[in-house]
Nanobody
Framework: QVQLVESGGGLVQAGGSLRLSCTAS????????MAWFRQAPGKERELAAS????????TYADSVKGRFTISKDRGANTIHLQMNSLKPEDTAVYYC?????????????????WGQGTQITVSS
């Protein structure tokens, strides 16, 4: 099992920036992919960005492409999500997740370990 702890959430005005961090511990050697999901009130959890833990290949949802950047620091067992040009529709709880090899990239059920979530609120 991999334990994930997120930090960096908060309230920001539209057009502003925030940076989320997620630090992993435990059986991190089993991790193939890490990702940031988000869930707005009344909506399903959706993938925002993902990255291969031992490689690169970042992927992004169309809604965040060009504004969000996912990165990793394997030495610190940490991934980050730099969020720029934030919009009110980015308001959600953001979750860090880890997946093993062979699981779905997009479907939340493909991820075996989750952080507790951090709230991002973007005011207009």
């Amino acid at each position: 099992q991999v334990q994930l702890v997120e930090s960096g959430g908060g309230l920001v005005q539209a057009g502003g920036s925030l940076r989320l961090s997620c630090t992993a511990s435990g059986r991190t050697f089993t991790t193939y992919r890490m990702a940031w999901f988000r869930q707005a009130p009344g909506k399903e959890r959706e993938l925002a960005a993902s990255i291969i833990w031992s490689g690169d290949s970042p992927t992004y949802a169309d809604s965040v492409k060009g504004r969000f950047t996912i990165s990793k620091d394997r030495g610190a067992n940490t991934i980050h999500l730099q969020m720029n040009s934030l919009k009110p529709e980015d308001t959600a709880v953001y979750y860090c997740a880890a997946a093993q090899y062979g699981s779905s990239r997009i479907n939340p059920t493909g991820y075996s370990d989750w952080g507790q979530g951090t709230q991002i609120t973007v005011s207009s």
